[in-house]
């Protein structure tokens, strides 16, 4: 079965421009999270989906960043005006049920995005 | 705060040798979840095990096995007779009870398995 999928699989931007950046998860998983994964470092939470629904965005760093998922499947983060503390890779993943810190079931990563803004 | 600090930035080993990866968290929550992610050079993370906060019996499975103990604020991950497919990057992750799931990991540790 296919897993989750993210595209493009490197994206080179200058700074300044707005970029896109896609996450198909498992079909018909629930959840669906991103993360952000500086060089050297674990990923950092960014944003969660249910569905459709946005239940928790602490994680985004500035009002620059934007997530949708408008029919609850497909996901885009947006990135505007890209700075270069915006290099990193995005990690997408998700899970069969809805999130809950009681019972976390395991979370299923997309190959990530690797953004570089020069 | 919580926090999960690998403190082992790399190790490198000979192929059949045993390795542990040290892991510790910190975190207010009384149910928690902790867990090991793989992260091989084509970059997806792989999920290996989940552990909760009440269970603290070690667990084993196949050439990986598992010590979680309370007492230290510790779950450490051990391989036993590591073979050069071993070398990844080692990911601790917590995740609090009263969060939505949400994972934070550590910095990870570079594991090499040299032949």
């Known amino acids: 079965g296919a897993g989750v999928s993210q595209s493009p699989r490197y994206k080179v931007a200058k700074r300044g421009q707005d970029v896109a950046l896609r996450c198909d998860p498992i079909?018909?998983?629930?959840?669906l999270f991103w993360y952000q994964q500086a060089l050297g470092q674990g990923p950092e939470f960014l944003t969660y989906f249910q569905n459709e629904a946005q239940l928790d965005k602490s994680g985004l760093p500035s009002d620059r960043f934007f997530a949708e998922r408008p029919e609850g499947s497909v996901s885009t983060l947006k990135i505007q005006r890209t700075q270069q503390e915006d290099s990193a890779v995005y990690l997408c993943?998700?899970?069969?049920?809805?999130?809950?810190?009681?019972?976390?079931?395991?979370?299923?990563f997309g190959p990530g995005t690797r953004l570089t803004v020069t | 705060a919580q926090k999960v600090t690998q403190a082992q930035t790399e190790i490198s080993v000979v192929e059949k040798e045993d390795v542990t990866l040290d892991c510790v968290y910190e975190?207010?929550?009384?149910?928690?979840?902790l867990f090991w992610y793989k992260q091989p050079p084509s970059g997806e993370l792989v999920f290996l095990i989940r552990?909760?906060?009440?269970?603290?019996q070690n667990e084993i499975s196949g050439r990986y096995s598992w010590n979680f103990q309370k007492s230290t604020s510790s779950f450490n991950f051990t391989i036993t007779a590591s073979q050069v497919v071993d070398s990844a990057v080692y990911f601790c992750?917590?995740?609090?009870?009263?969060?939505?799931?949400?994972?934070?990991f550590g910095r990870g540790t570079q594991l090499t398995v040299w032949p």
């Open positions: 993943a998700s899970s069969l049920v809805r999130a809950s810190g009681n019972n976390p079931y395991e979370q299923y």
């Open positions: 992750a917590l995740v609090r009870g009263s969060t939505l799931g949400r994972l934070y």
């Open positions: 552990r909760n906060s009440f269970d603290e």
């Open positions: 079909s018909g998983h629930v959840s």
């Open positions: 975190t207010r929550d009384t149910t928690y979840y």
